[in-house]
């Protein structure tokens, strides 16, 4: 028993420590850095005062005096829109260019920041017209100098708001002196630069396609732009070939074998039939001649009917227009050489589109889907318009007009230059589809010019603001050229000579 007694002595001693230790503040025994500042930093409390203590001070000025005779560092602000509330994406962006500022005047250069706004353009249109439908009102019956004075008021009033909220960021910069892009002063400026250039000869009217939202009565950039699911109707149109030749390799040695026969083109957008000008198709595709055997009765493609189709897809197309595989055979190959110098009528020719109709070979036809062609309206596309002005020149010389219509306006109106279709809405004020489409499907039956129509859902253009469905078409536009060789006093600039209803921008 004697030998459990040192045991029990430090079980004892051990219990009275512990006991000892839990009522001691170990915190004590530590050597911790002490400060004035409190645990928690209390911004909304603390912030206001450093930025009361900072005006009260002349931070600003103390700064630009500091940086006199420095070199300057000039970060040109791209300004947000004067149009609500900032939200994350401008804090962030204003707290980043003062992040740069304010560290390349810690490295030595006078680096003064100027701010500014942007108050021109959709957002700030938008937002007046929403007070509009607020109140049951149409916008085109506010006169245009009242709607642009609302827009005016609407913006001064965001700067202001926007102001003292990047200032609330703690943002440093020369609010008081701001710019803003629609100051009579910075206007007066780029009108007078512009004049400049039509001094010189340098500034023309031409045109070119733009993404165009008639509900917004605007054009439209590609990033105000969304694709929505969407259900167009679908034609396979003929444009008969009244001009071939037998250049190249072609298997078709008589050139009269394809005069009578038809390029068959696919689309999605009937209602621009009207303004279609010329057919592209790839040098890089294998197409050929089909000939039509045996046909249903009352069938759009006809027994004795020949096609030219792109040979990976003639199947596809045949028998989107009932055709079956014993009712065609195939009678050759087409080849590039044939198409050079082919012209086809449009398939609306009885209305008035008396104007042949090229072949122009070009990069952005493909083979994945429709006939290996891409009906080509410069008008009303981007691809279509590059396409045309490229080959333009050439066209001219061929005695083809290269000149581009404006067969829809600013309503979503057909126009006197899509001829049996004037005053045809492509799409309503509300965004509805119009009567367009329809009218056109039914002038190419009554022509004979289909061999079949059909429904597709696919992702097409939609304005971000509206949700309302977008269409191409050709507007009126000043341009300043870059590329024709003009003497002035000083310098000597080029510019170019443009072609009727060219457009480089």
């Known amino acids: 028993m004697a030998k459990d007694k040192p045991a029990q002595a430090a079980a004892t001693t051990g219990s009275a420590v512990a006991e000892g230790a839990k009522g001691r503040d170990w915190s004590e025994t530590l050597f911790l850095p002490k400060t004035q500042f409190p645990m928690k930093a209390g911004l909304p409390q603390l912030e206001p005062r450093l930025l009361e203590r900072w005006a009260g001070i002349g931070l600003y000025q103390k700064l630009r005096d500091a940086a006199k005779g ?3 560092f000039i970060l040109h602000d791209g300004p947000p829109y004067a149009n609500g509330n900032i939200h994350i994406g401008t804090a962030l962006n204003k707290i980043l260019k003062d992040l740069v500022t304010r560290s390349q005047q810690m490295l030595g250069f006078d680096s003064n920041y100027v701010p500014g706004w942007d108050c021109h353009g959709l957002p700030i249109e938008w937002k007046i017209e929403e007070q509009y ?40 910069g020369d609010w008081q002196h701001y710019y803003s892009t629609m100051a009579y002063k910075a206007e007066a400026t780029i009108a007078a630069e512009l004049m400049k250039f039509a001094m ?11 993404m165009w939202s008639v509900v917004e009565k605007t054009a439209l950039a590609e990033a105000e732009v969304e694709y929505q699911d969407y259900t167009s109707d679908t034609i396979w149109v003929k444009f008969p070939v009244v001009r071939a030749s037998a250049e190249g390799d072609s298997e078709i040695s008589d050139p009269h074998q394809l005069t009578g026969a038809s390029i068959i083109i696919w689309t999605t957008t009937p209602w621009t039939i009207p303004g279609n000008r010329a057919i592209s198709y790839s040098s890089k595709i294998q197409y050929g001649l089909y000939e039509v055997t045996a046909a249903p009765e009352g069938n759009w493609a006809k027994a004795g009917e020949r096609f030219v189709l792109a040979d990976k897809l003639a199947s596809a197309v045949l028998k989107a227009a009932k055709i079956e595989a014993d009712g065609y055979r195939r009678l050759g190959s087409v080849t590039a050489g044939n198409f050079h110098m082919m012209e086809c009528v449009h398939p609306l020719h009885v209305l008035g589109y008396g104007f042949m109709v090229p072949l122009l070979d070009g990069a952005h ?40 219509p404006f067969t829809v306006d600013g309503d979503g109106c057909f126009t006197k230059d899509a001829p049996g279709f004037e005053g045809r809405r492509v799409i309503d004020d509300k965004g509805n589809k119009g009567d ?38 050709n507007t009126p536009q000043w341009f300043i050229a870059m590329d024709k060789p003009l003497r002035t006093p000083e310098r000597a600039v080029n510019v170019p000579s443009p072609l009727v209803g060219e457009g480089q921008g």
């Not at 010189?200 to 733009?210: D, E, F, I, Q, T």
């Not at 489409?437 to 429904?455: T, Y």
Request: glycine share 10%.
């Open 133 to 172: 439908r607020a109140k049951g009102q149409d916008k085109d019956s506010v006169p245009v100098n009242e709607f642009r004075k609302q827009c005016r008021e609407f913006a001064q009033h965001w700067i202001g708001v926007q102001r003292e909220e990047f200032k609330r960021l703690g943002v440093e």
């Open 436 to 473: 367009a489409n329809q009218a056109v499907i039914e002038a190419l039956v009554r022509a004979n010019a289909l061999i079949a129509r059909g429904r597709l859902k696919h992702q097409y253009p939609h304005s971000w603001r509206s949700k309302k469905p977008v269409i191409f078409r």
């Open 70 to 72: 420095r070199a300057k």
């Open 200 to 210: 010189n000869g340098a500034l023309y009217r031409g045109s070119k396609p733009v």
């Open 365 to 404: 036809v493909t083979e994945e889907d429709g006939t290996g062609f891409v009906h080509t309206a410069p008008g009303h596309g981007r691809e279509d318009f590059d396409i045309w002005m490229q080959h333009a020149g050439e066209l001219q010389k061929r005695g083809i007009d290269p000149t581009i």
